[in-house]
């Protein structure tokens, strides 16, 4: 299991990409994926979701890390599941699911602005 970071940046990305899209699926809203490679030293990408609900905000998020476990992915941590925010700590992807008005106070879009978007779509 990754448990500290690794140099495996294509399959990582390749995994924020498809947790993106997971949360998308699961009906997460404006679902950003960040490169923050270089801008930040705790982790390589974080992915910034909005939740439609404090249920469907957990269930995303249970299911990206059940996604994760058989691909080498474990949570260091989860943090929230208050029903405004919840971050699960993947050491190489950093995953916050918001509800809409805490995403907008925090606004962590703008605080990271400086990260690249990965350009991603949603499954079809």
């Known amino acids: 299991m990754k448990t500290q970071k690794t140099d495996n940046t294509t399959a990582t990305k390749e995994f924020a990409i498809d947790a993106a899209k997971l949360l998308a699926d699961t009906r997460c809203n404006n679902v950003v994926v960040l490169d923050a490679r270089g801008l930040s030293t705790v982790t390589d990408f974080m992915i910034l979701a909005t939740g439609t609900s404090p249920r469907q905000m957990q269930s995303a998020c249970d299911e990206v890390a059940e996604m ?18 919840t971050c699960l700590d993947l050491v ?8 809409a008005d805490a995403r907008a106070y925090y606004d962590l879009d703008n605080l990271w602005g400086d990260a690249r978007r990965v350009s991603w779509s949603k499954s079809a």
């Open 68 to 85: 994760a476990e058989p691909r080498g992915y474990r949570a260091l941590s989860r943090n929230g599941d208050s029903g405004q925010w």
């Open 92 to 99: 190489d992807i950093v995953i916050h699911v918001f509800s």
